[in-house]
Nanobody, 121 residues
Framework: QVQLVESGGGLVQAGGSLRVSCAAS????????MGWYRQAPGSQRQLVAT???????NYADSVKGRFTISRDNAKRTVYLQMNSLKPEDSARYYC???????????????WGQGTQVTVSS
């Protein structure tokens, strides 16, 4: 099994910054894409940003220029630096990882429990 443990959420005023982290552990042979999604009450979960093992990134248009995703492959950890936060960024942020448990096994998708980010106006 694979565990994704997020940390770093919290309450911040509009215009402020937060960094969330997600560490992967468990039965991991290879990590491919890691990323962050978010879900606000009454809304569907949506992509925030992803990063593949080579470092190539992808961002939702709503966060481009404000959020930065990065990863430390040795630590199996992905980070999301969030700057210039807006009230509409408030949501539960979920870590995602695509993992291969052993050589030759198929890729599997895993999710963390989520960490709450609240931005006050």
């Amino acid at each position: 099994q694979v565990q994704l443990v997020e940390s770093g959420g919290g309450l911040v005023q509009a215009g402020g910054s937060l960094r969330v982290s997600c560490a992967a552990s468990g039965n991991i042979f290879s990590l491919d894409t890691m990323g962050w999604y978010r879900q606000a009450p009454g809304s569907q979960r949506q992509l925030v940003a992803t990063i593949i093992s080579s470092g190539s990134t992808n961002y939702a248009d709503s966060v481009k220029g404000r959020f930065t995703i990065s990863r430390d492959n040795a630590k199996r950890t992905v980070y999301l630096q969030m700057n210039s936060l807006k009230p509409e960024d408030s949501a539960r942020y979920y870590c995602y990882a695509r993992v291969k448990g052993r050589w030759g096994s198929p890729w599997a998708d895993y999710w963390g429990q989520g960490t709450q980010v609240t931005v006050s106006s």
